[in-house]
């Protein structure tokens, strides 16, 4: 699977602590990131980690990018929800194009661990093997 990381600034720490702790998950399957929250995963873990630009500077972007194109198949994005951010639109954008690309995403701890154990088990192949499914029709 091709696996987003993104973390706000108060976040980061918890995200990479997350991802030590999964490591053995991690290390199979294709890692992506932000700028900061990137290179602390790389350097905690060893793990290759294809880094875009911070948040900010437009790497949420850069990442939405890979949503639209069906290049993600899973975003951790430990959101900071007392904090504001400058890019919250960049947020919302990337939020939404998950959505609509059915692209499971986690914007805490607890979410993601159910993500990763469903990774684990083999719960979301169908994402990375398959084509999108249909989505529902009406009366349906």
């Not at 939405?64 to 198949?73: P, Q, W």
Request: aromatic share 6%; hydrophobic share 45%.
């Amino acid at each position: 699977m091709r696996i987003a990381l993104i973390a706000h600034d108060r976040l980061k720490e918890q995200l990479v602590t997350f991802v030590v702790a999964y490591q053995d998950i991690f290390q199979r399957h294709t890692l992506y990131a932000t700028g900061t929250t990137g290179l602390r995963v790389t350097e905690a873990t060893g793990l290759p980690v294809h880094r875009f630009q911070p948040g900010p500077l437009g790497g949420d972007q850069q990442i939405g990018a890979l949503i639209a194109a069906n290049a993600i198949d899973l975003v951790l994005f430990f959101r900071d929800p007392l904090m504001a951010q400058p890019h919250e639109p960049d947020i919302n954008a990337l939020l939404r194009l998950c959505d609509v690309h059915n692209i499971p995403v986690a914007t805490n701890i607890a979410t993601a661990e159910v993500l990763i154990r469903g990774i684990q088990h083999g719960l979301m192949r169908w994402h990375s093997s398959s084509p999108q499914p249909p989505l529902p029709t009406e009366g349906g």
